[in-house]
């Protein structure tokens, strides 16, 4: 991905562990879905809403206090959709190390205010060829 800077930063607590004392995909899932969102509602100026989740694995696994960052890149636009695929990375609690823990894509269609769905603006498609083209 070529944009480097995170999408959603956050630390896992105790609260966000399965029964087997690990971090809880869903949890993984749950924020990569936040970061996606965030990027996708940014570029689309406008409420974006998840339509499917697709793709996901979990090459890793991360513990309690290990910190996640979340990137992303739109890899497609529709008519009125984005696709955004999505990386989750840990660095371990006091450390440089990372890890990856989770991949996955999200589409999301975009919404206009009585929420129905609205064409991808021109300035979203500007923006996506330039980070395409650069």
Request: proline content about 5%; glycine content about 10%.
């Amino acid at each position: 991905m070529p944009d480097r800077t995170p999408l959603i930063r956050v630390t896992a607590m105790p609260a966000d562990t399965n029964p087997y004392g690990g971090v809880f995909g869903g949890w993984l899932m749950s924020q990569m879905a936040l970061g996606a969102g965030s990027l996708a509602s940014r570029l689309g100026q406008g409420k974006a809403v998840v339509v499917s989740a697709s793709d996901f694995a979990f090459p890793g696994a991360m513990a309690v206090g290990d910190e996640l960052s979340v990137f992303g890149e739109v890899t497609a636009t529709g008519t009125t959709s984005m696709t955004v695929q999505v990386e989750a990375i840990a660095r371990k609690r006091n450390s440089e190390v990372t890890t990856r823990v989770a991949e996955g894509t999200f589409k999301f269609v975009l919404l206009d205010e009585e929420d129905r769905p609205r064409p991808v603006r021109e300035a979203t498609l500007s923006r996506q060829r330039e980070n395409d083209n650069g």
